[in-house]
């Protein structure tokens, strides 16, 4: 089998036809010991591919009711199976809140809906200069005085910037950028959401 590529989230998904079972020695980063029945071929193979590459069978972790594990049930209404499966990466699965059977989905299959609930954090938006995402309030220069001192700090500080000897164009420029962000930073302040 080849190894997955390395990205943040990973979630193997699919109709796999594998009983991973119950049993869990010698596999507890694998699998949990809430699986049903015992383990097939298949159920082997996907225990190795997930060992190789570190992820863990979801389904086998959280304790439920037999109901809300078994995935699959026979025509005959007797046979039920844990045959469909979510798998993360062993990194996220503190993200993973819950992962169970909905039997009540019209899906037209002998199947049941398996679904998981994933816990995400987002990171903070930095565009591509690496700046972090944050708007100035700008609301506040409606204050007649609020503005007046605003005008009064940018006119103070750009004055000092232009005693400033000899630079690059470049270096003007870090200059302004930076006494105006000073500026609305001291003054405005940032916004809140």
Same mark, same amino acid.
């Given at each position: 089998?080849?190894?997955?590529?390395?990205?943040?989230?990973?979630?193997?998904?699919?109709?796999?036809?594998?009983?991973?079972?119950?049993?869990?020695?010698?596999?507890?980063?694998?699998?949990?010991?809430?699986?049903?029945?015992?383990?097939?071929?298949?159920?082997?193979?996907?225990?190795?591919?997930?060992?190789?590459?570190?992820?863990?069978?979801?389904?086998?972790?959280?304790?439920?009711?037999?109901?809300?594990?078994?995935?699959?049930?026979?025509?005959?209404?007797?046979?039920?199976?844990?045959?469909?499966?979510?798998?993360?990466?062993?990194?996220?699965?503190?993200?993973?809140?819950?992962?169970? /059977?909905? @039997?009540?989905?019209?899906?037209?299959?002998? !199947?049941?809906?398996?679904?998981?609930? +994933? *816990?995400? $954090?987002? &990171? /903070?938006? @930095?565009?591509?200069?690496?700046?972090?995402? !944050?708007?100035?309030?700008?609301?506040? +220069? *409606?204050? $007649?005085? &609020?503005?007046?001192?605003?005008?009064?700090?940018?006119?103070?500080?750009?004055?000092?910037?232009?005693?400033?000897?000899?630079?690059?164009?470049?270096?003007?420029?870090?200059?302004?950028?930076?006494?105006?962000?000073?500026?609305?930073?001291?003054?405005?302040?940032?916004?809140?959401?």
């Amino acid at each position: 089998m080849d190894k997955l590529p390395r990205r943040d989230l990973k979630i193997l998904m699919g109709d796999l036809r594998a009983k991973v079972g119950a049993d869990n020695t010698n596999r507890e980063l694998v699998m949990g010991k809430h699986g049903v029945g015992v383990q097939n071929e298949n159920g082997e193979l996907l225990t190795e591919f997930c060992t190789f590459n570190d992820l863990v069978i979801a389904g086998t972790v959280f304790q439920h009711k037999q109901i809300h594990k078994t995935t699959r049930t026979s025509p005959d209404g007797r046979t039920v199976n844990q045959i469909d499966h979510i798998t993360i990466g062993r990194k996220r699965r503190r993200s993973l809140l819950d992962v169970r /059977v909905k @039997r009540g989905a019209d899906a037209a299959s002998d !199947h049941h809906l398996v679904v998981a609930d +994933l *816990k995400v $954090k987002l &990171k /903070v938006y @930095r565009d591509r200069v690496d700046r972090p995402s !944050h708007k100035y309030n700008i609301h506040s +220069l *409606k204050d $007649k005085t &609020k503005a007046e001192i605003y005008q009064c700090e940018l006119r103070n500080r750009f004055s000092a910037l232009a005693h400033q000897p000899e630079e690059s164009v470049e270096e003007k420029w870090r200059g302004l950028r930076d006494t105006w962000k000073a500026t609305c930073n001291k003054v405005l302040g940032k916004k809140t959401r």
